[in-house]
């Protein structure tokens, strides 16, 4: 049996300002979902993103308590190059969005830095530092 990601679930307590982080981070998302309970987006590699509000998880899962004392799940996003992952940042920050660690190059050759989407879960932006 081949193992396959079928995607990757954001559980929001905001959809709408959620959509709105994703949005602004460059992931295409069909306008006019702001109130819907799911959602589905569909990466520049094929790769899917979902996000259902705490009231879907709740409709088959009762007993849902979301998580506190920071994220369970980071996303990493590969922007290409170390300017772009400055740039990425610093529009996000403008915007009103949570820097968490600010841009800085790690001892593992890439330009890393961390912000928070609305309901804290931790968005890397990486770049390598040199082309190997």
Do not use: C
Not at 15 to 24: C, D, E, K
Not at 90 to 103: D, F, I, Q, R, S
């Amino acid at each position: 049996m081949t193992l396959k990601l079928g995607f990757i679930g954001i559980v929001t307590g905001d959809m709408a300002a959620s959509l709105a982080f994703y949005r602004a981070l460059g992931v295409r998302i069909e306008e006019g979902l702001d109130d819907a309970p799911h959602v589905d987006a569909k990466l520049d590699d094929g790769t899917s993103l979902a996000w259902d509000t705490i009231a879907t998880i709740r409709g088959f899962d009762p007993g849902y308590i979301a998580p506190t004392g920071g994220h369970r799940i980071a996303l990493a996003f590969d922007k290409g190059t170390p300017a772009e992952v400055d740039a990425a940042f610093a529009e996000l920050v403008t915007a009103g969005y949570v820097a968490h660690v600010e841009p800085w190059d790690a001892h593992w050759g890439q330009r890393y830095a961390t912000l928070l989407d609305p309901d804290g879960n931790s968005v890397d932006l990486y770049a390598a530092l040199s082309a190997n």
